[in-house]
């Protein structure tokens, strides 16, 4: 019998520690476990098969926080993903949304927006990540979640606004 996992893991990638570290201990505090990671390629290194979630910059050493959604949904399979980013742009949201990016906050952005989208996405994510088997999944995912998204200006704008 396999031992079922109830604490949510999430993954959060970000060149500025500071803003990794605010997350993972207001995330924490909630009852995630998280880690974080300065790069996505620091990211992939650590198999992120068991996670539940990711919550990436985008603006990243290497590889963009949404060429590491790519990858990631390529390799696992979807993941409830969130971008956070202090240079947003409508080319920015339709490539994040491609990449299956449940969310955008700009930079700043409040961290209980963050953590209640995470909620939502986690409430209907299918759970734990597989090595892909390179057969296409759709998932809804948090197709609910708010979307706030980002314009050229950096602040927030409903879905379809």
């Known amino acids: 019998?396999?031992?079922?996992?109830?604490?949510?893991?999430?993954?959060?990638?970000d060149d500025q520690r500071a803003t990794a570290w605010a997350l993972a201990e207001s995330l924490t505090e909630d009852g995630y476990e998280t880690v974080t990671a300065?790069?996505?390629?620091?990211?992939?290194?650590?198999?992120?098969?068991?996670?539940?979630a990711l919550i990436t910059d985008l603006r990243l050493p290497g590889m963009n926080g949404i060429e590491l959604t790519w990858a990631v949904r390529k390799q696992w399979g979807p993941m409830p993903s969130i971008l956070i980013t202090a240079y947003g742009?409508?080319?920015?949201?339709?490539?994040?949304?491609?990449?299956?990016v449940v969310a955008c906050f700009p930079k700043?952005?409040?961290?209980?927006?963050?953590?209640?989208?995470?909620r939502k996405a986690?409430?209907?994510?299918?759970?734990?990540?597989?090595?892909?088997t390179g057969r296409k999944v759709v998932s809804r995912k948090a197709r609910?979640?708010?979307?706030?998204?980002?314009?050229?200006?950096?602040?927030?704008?409903?879905e379809g606004a």
């Open 1 to 13: 019998m396999q031992h079922r996992r109830t604490v949510k893991r999430v993954i959060i990638v």
């Open 38 to 52: 300065g790069s996505s390629e620091e990211a992939l290194k650590m198999g992120l098969e068991e996670f539940d």
């Open 89 to 100: 742009s409508n080319d920015v949201i339709a490539s994040a949304r491609k990449a299956g």
């Open 108 to 118: 700043p952005f409040k961290i209980e927006d963050i953590k209640q989208c995470l």
């Open 122 to 132: 986690l409430a209907e994510s299918p759970g734990p990540r597989r090595k892909s």
């Open 144 to 158: 609910e979640c708010d979307k706030p998204q980002l314009s050229g200006t950096g602040t927030r704008q409903e």
